[in-house]
C-alpha cells in the first residue's frame, strides 16, 4: 500500500508570516493530492488539492505544489491569520480497485497574534 | 441542504457487544468511506464503497463490517467490538469515485471498556 509522510507535526508562526507542510509518498501510481484542515471537535474540510497532471495549484492564501519525481508535496499559507489555526492533513490517494485514500499523521499550525 | 450525517455522535460500550454506526448522506453520492482517527496517526480508511453493493477493504479492516444496500446508506458494524477499536469514526462520501473530494459527516466518538 501506500505510505504518506508529514512533517513538521506541529508548527507554530507568527501572524503574516508564511507556513509549509510537506509530505512525501511512496507510491508512483497515486494520481489525486488533497489536504484537509480539521478545527478542534469539527469534521476535516478541504481545502485545496491537486492531481498528478499539475505541478502547482493556487486558491488566495493557499497554495499546493507537488514533485512528482521526488514523490512530494507540500502546503504553503501566506499571509497568515489566527483562523488558520487548525491541525492539516495531507492525503494521497491510491485508484487502485476502486479509491483508497492514505492520509499523513496532521501538523498542528498554530498562528500567534 | 446537503449533508452527510452519523448517528450516534458518542458512544459508550463494552466490549463484545454487537454494534452500528449509521451513515447517510443526501446528495446521491456514489462513493462512500469510513475512518478511524486516532492522535498521532491521522485518518485510516477502514473501509470504503463505489456503489450499491459494491464495497472494498481499507487499509485498517480489521474487526469492522460494511453493506451498501441503498446509495445513501453506509453502516459501519463492528461485531465484537474490542477496547482497541475506541476511537472517533468519520463517515465521507463524494460524487463519484473519480470526483474525489469528500465530504466528511461530524463524526462518532466510540469508546469500548
Not at chain 2, 465484537?80 to 473519480?98: D, E, G, I
Amino acid at each position: 500500500g501506500e505510505n504518506v509522510e508529514q512533517h513538521p507535526s506541529t508548527l507554530s508562526v507568527q501572524e503574516g508570516d508564511s507556513a509549509v507542510i510537506k509530505c512525501t509518498y511512496s507510491d508512483s501510481a497515486s494520481n489525486y493530492f488533497p489536504w484537509y484542515k480539521q478545527e478542534l471537535g469539527k469534521r476535516p474540510q478541504l481545502i485545496i488539492d491537486i492531481r498528478s497532471n499539475v505541478g502547482e495549484k493556487k486558491d488566495q492564501r493557499i497554495a499546493v505544489t507537488l514533485n512528482k519525481t521526488a514523490k512530494h508535496f507540500s502546503l504553503h499559507i501566506t499571509e497568515t491569520q489566527p483562523e488558520d489555526s487548525a491541525v492539516y492533513f495531507c492525503a494521497a490517494s491510491l485508484p487502485l480497485t476502486g479509491n483508497q485514500f492514505y492520509f499523513g499523521t496532521g501538523t498542528s499550525l498554530t498562528v500567534i497574534p | 441542504e446537503a449533508q452527510v450525517t452519523q448517528n450516534p455522535r458518542y458512544l459508550i460500550t463494552v466490549t463484545g457487544k454487537k454494534l452500528t454506526v449509521t451513515c447517510s448522506q443526501n446528495m446521491n453520492h456514489e462513493y462512500m468511506s469510513w475512518y478511524r482517527q486516532d492522535p498521532g496517526l491521522g485518518l485510516r480508511q477502514i473501509y470504503y464503497s463505489m456503489n450499491v453493493e459494491v464495497t472494498d477493504k481499507g487499509d485498517v479492516p480489521e474487526g469492522y463490517k460494511v453493506s451498501r444496500k441503498e446509495k445513501r446508506n453506509f453502516p459501519l458494524i463492528l461485531e465484537s467490538p474490542s477496547p482497541n477499536q475506541t476511537s472517533l469514526y468519520f463517515c465521507a462520501s463524494s460524487r463519484t469515485v473519480h470526483s474525489y473530494e469528500q465530504y466528511f459527516g461530524p463524526g462518532t466518538r466510540l469508546t469500548v471498556t
